[in-house]
């Protein structure tokens, strides 16, 4: 089993700043893309952002100029930087990892979210 452990949510004003961390443990061999999506109330869950092994990134346009996803694999580690936080930017934040193990394709876990709240 994979876990995922989020840490660094909370509560900011507009404008301000929080950065997300997510450590994946567990039994696995390969650590592939990892990522950040976020579930506002009564929304679906969406994409915030995603970064491969090999460091490439993609972003939600909504967060784009704001937000930076990187990541450690040394530590299996993923981080979101997220600048000029909005008060629409309120949310649980997810964070997703894909791991595989020899013999086996690879499949997504899913941490249990941070909450992020933005006051205007």
């Known amino acids: 089993q994979v876990q995922l452990v989020e840490s660094g949510g909370g509560l900011v004003q507009a404008g301000g700043s929080l950065r997300l961390s997510c450590a994946a443990s567990?039994?696995?061999?390969?650590?592939?893309?990892m990522g950040w999506y976020r579930q506002a109330p009564g929304k679906q869950r969406e994409l915030v952002a995603t970064?491969?092994?090999?460091?490439?990134?993609n972003y939600a346009d909504s967060v784009k100029g704001r937000f930076t996803i990187s990541r450690h694999n040394a530590r299996n580690t993923v981080y979101l930087q997220m600048n000029s936080l909005k008060p629409e930017d309120t949310a649980i934040y997810y964070c997703?990892?894909?791991?595989?193990?020899?013999?086996?394709?690879?499949?997504?876990?899913w941490g249990q979210g941070t909450q992020v709240t933005v006051s205007s």
């Open positions: 567990g039994r696995f061999f390969s650590l592939g893309a």
């Open positions: 970064i491969t092994s090999g460091g490439s990134t």
């Open positions: 997703a990892a894909d791991t595989s193990s020899p013999g086996f394709p690879y499949t997504t876990s």
